[in-house]
């Protein structure tokens, strides 16, 4: 079976239920939707430094980049493959139409900043260095002290040191990775092979107990369809990332992230 992207309606439900939480969180403060958004994406080394020994995270490659806004020193971030600079205000920010990613990036950063500003969400500044490994660790520990060690990992959207770690502690044979780029797409990694998050979806998700879901997919426009699946196939889902700063708090959706900042 096919995985077949979700229409635009469907792609937008989930943004449009962002946008009017923060609405209702700040109708009462009309001067905050004039503060200045000013959004501008990351260099390599700005968002990860050196996370030793990968070379292969998407930002190392240069597929995506890390967008991040600034709201009065507040910061947000999100991954793009659309990353761009941008100002204006709040209001506009949040009022953006969310037909592009490029759009969607700015609204989901500045989103993640704002939720750090009303102290409706924390860690929304990627880790670096080292960070990203210990995190894939701490994830890997977190779910086997939840679940044991015998279940099945789906992972949505290929990252190294979460992949390296689940295969660590569940073995290659129960972690299964799905990936959009067509250059990752039948690479073995860690001992396995990275299926075609376009049709492979089903596959995984009837293979799996957990399903581990990078936050691009907010941006990309795929996480209602994943949800959806993964729903109907009983797969207990989790959000990873900064791009997932705050949306999984309104959505209702656990996230994992143990080392960002």
């Given at each position: 079976m096919t995985f077949k992207p979700a229409n635009k309606d469907e792609q937008l439900n989930l943004?449009?239920?962002?946008?009017k939480k923060l609405l209702a969180e700040i109708v009462n403060r009309p001067n905050l939707l004039m503060q200045i958004v000013h959004i501008e994406p990351l260099g390599v080394k700005e968002a990860i430094g050196d996370p030793a020994p990968y070379k292969d995270f998407a930002l190392q490659?240069?597929?995506e980049r890390l967008t991040e806004a600034t709201i009065i020193?507040?910061?947000?971030?999100a991954?793009?493959?659309y990353p761009?600079?941008?100002r204006g205000t709040l209001d506009e920010a949040l009022n953006l139409s969310l037909?592009?990613?490029k759009n969607r990036a700015i609204f989901v950063a500045t989103a993640n900043a704002l939720g750090r500003l009303l102290n409706l969400c924390d860690r929304t500044i990627h880790c670096k260095d080292q960070g990203p490994d210990k995190c894939g660790r701490e994830m890997a520990e977190y779910i086997a002290s939840q679940f044991g060690s015998e279940i099945n990992i789906g992972i949505i959207g290929y990252q190294p040191a979460i992949v390296k770690h689940m295969v660590n502690f569940f073995g290659n044979d129960?972690?299964?990775v799905t990936d959009l780029n067509p250059d990752n797409i039948g690479n073995e990694v860690f001992g396995v092979k990275i299926l075609n998050g376009s049709s492979c979806l089903v596959e995984l998700a009837k293979n799996c107990h957990i399903g581990l879901i990078t936050g691009s997919t907010l941006i990309n426009g795929t996480l209602n369809e994943i949800l959806d699946v993964f729903?109907?196939?009983?797969?207990?889902?989790y959000i990873y990332g900064t791009t997932a700063a705050l949306p999984p708090k309104i959505l209702g959706i656990e996230r994992l992230c143990f080392e960002a900042i």
């Open positions: 943004l449009t239920a962002i946008r490659r240069g597929e020193g507040f910061k947000g971030q991954f793009t493959s761009c600079r941008w037909d592009s990613e129960r972690v299964f729903k109907e196939y009983g797969v207990k889902p």
